[in-house]
């Protein structure tokens, strides 16, 4: 059940879409609960990646390495992922390979990951642990995003649990109060310009402020 947007709204922006982009990965998604992103978050993603023209990309969450292939399809750009999980290291891998795909797979804990970065980003991807958003943001603010850099963090309304009280599991509450916590913090902020988005699953998208 969708509980960010109506059912029928998710339904005809999806009939929409004419999706040729890994199909395939899409299915064993679907078939082995493995968690990617959303088909209208994919097309909004390559709307803003054909604006931003991005060079170099960082996500922090690769899973099966969907994202990061449609990032790779549809940019130029050099593309590092990081994944916790040595299973979906290993598939995304795998799923590189198959399509040619030449992008920097890191197979650690993402906060020692990220220290180990020593070049600058136009374009950071977040969709890995929900409670670490801030830290993510936080630490490639100071320390790996280019000027004029932008940064997205995925799932950041979490099946509308975010938005409603009454939507949220007792063993979700931690998560959610920090995911609300991050919104206020990047919408707050005064360096960059911050829009949430309610589709897909909600996403977050700031863009630092040339200086």
Do not use: H, W
């Amino acid at each position: 059940m969708n509980r960010i947007n109506n059912e029928y709204i998710s339904s005809f922006i999806e009939d929409m879409i004419i999706d040729k982009d890994f199909l395939e990965l899409r299915r064993y998604a679907e078939v082995e609960s493995v968690p990617i992103m959303k088909l209208e978050t994919k097309e909004f993603l390559k709307s803003l990646l054909s604006i931003k023209k991005p060079k170099s990309i960082l996500e922090i969450g690769t899973a099966i390495g969907y994202s990061s292939l449609v990032f790779d399809k549809y940019t130029d750009a050099n593309i590092t992922t990081i994944e916790l999980s040595e299973d979906m290291a290993r598939l995304a891998q795998e799923n590189f390979n198959k399509y040619n795909a030449r992008i920097n797979l890191i197979n650690n804990d993402a906060e020692k990951a990220l220290t180990k970065l020593n070049q600058g980003f136009d374009f950071v991807f977040i969709d890995a642990n929900k409670s670490n958003y801030k830290f993510y943001f936080d630490y490639v603010d100071k320390n790996l995003l280019n000027n004029g850099g932008v940064i997205v963090a995925d799932n950041i309304l979490f099946r509308g649990e975010v938005c409603n009280d009454d939507l949220v599991e007792k063993r979700k509450i931690t998560i959610v109060k920090r995911l609300r916590n991050f919104l206020a913090y990047i919408t707050r902020r005064d360096d960059y310009q911050t829009s949430i988005i309610p589709i897909g699953d909600g996403i977050s998208v700031s863009v630092k402020e040339e200086k």
